[in-house]
T-cell receptor, first 114, second 113 residues
Framework: QKEVEQDPGPLSVPEGAIVSLNCTYSNSAFQYFMWYRQYSRKGPELLMY????GNKEDGRFTAQVDKSSKYISLFIRDSQPSDSATYLC??????????????FGGGTRVLVKP | SQTIHQWPATLVQPVGSPLSLECTVE??????LYWYRQAAGRGLQLLFYSVGIGQISSEVPQNLSASRPQDRQFILSSKKLLLSDSGFYLC????????????FGPGTRLTVL
């Protein structure tokens, strides 16, 4: 079993819909959670970074963390065709050791249709 | 602000040829540096990371090697490329603090023929 599970998709939604993405994890030591967006043939771009349970909002994006269920989510409101990309979740422990490595999900491909 | 560069952007190499990919970071000092490979439609695989000049940790045994000759320079090399080395190579950096995350470069697409 992978440490971080993420549905690969593709997730196809009409323009203007809410996109809902999630990851589950097994390591309760993970305390910091990130969402990256990766366009085709580009490097991943950091979207959201959270380190506590609850919600964090940034524009059309909301990141949600539920540590008790080991479950994180990313919601994209009023989705646009430009949101079509692969979304990667990542997480790490607070221990400053071993290069502060991140553990990634496999990514979910999202298609927003006009 | 910090900027991370990778070159070349694309590379086509024959099997058995050598490889050198370069990554540099601007606007910070003593960063942690990382090399990842991403196969088509796959997740990110950490290959190497470095917490300082000359300090390299390998995550996956293979015919690749990494070096850090300067504080903000990270190089990925191979003496003889294999077909299986094809992929998208990403360099990333972090500040190395206990709360920091990683920031990625634009990537190098390598095709081995």
């Amino acid at each position: 079993q992978k440490e971080v599970e993420q549905d690969p998709g593709p997730l196809s939604v009409p323009e203007g819909a809410i996109v809902s993405l999630n990851c589950t994890y097994s390591n309760s030591a993970f305390q910091y959670f990130m969402w990256y967006r990766q366009y085709s043939r580009k490097g991943p771009e950091l979207l959201m970074y959270t380190y506590s349970s609850g919600n964090k909002e940034d524009g059309r994006f909301t990141a949600q963390v539920d540590k008790s269920s080991k479950y994180i989510s990313l919601f994209i409101r009023d989705s646009q065709p430009s949101d079509s990309a692969t979304y990667l979740c990542a997480m790490r422990t607070p221990v400053k050791a071993a290069g502060n490595k991140l553990t990634f999900g496999g990514g979910t491909r999202v298609l927003v249709k006009p | 602000s910090q900027t991370i560069h990778q070159w070349p952007a694309t590379l086509v190499q024959p099997v058995g040829s050598p490889l050198s990919l370069e990554c540099t970071v601007e606007g910070t000092s003593n960063p942690n540096l990382y090399w990842y490979r991403q196969a088509a439609g796959r997740g990110l695989q950490l290959l190497f990371y470095s917490v300082g000049i000359g300090q390299i940790s390998s995550e996956v045994p293979q015919n690749l090697s990494a070096s850090r000759p300067q504080d903000r320079q990270f190089i990925l090399s191979s003496k003889k490329l294999l077909l299986s080395d094809s992929g998208f190579y990403l360099c990333a950096w972090s500040r190395g603090t206990s709360t920091d995350t990683q920031y990625f470069g634009p990537g190098t697409r390598l095709t081995v023929l």
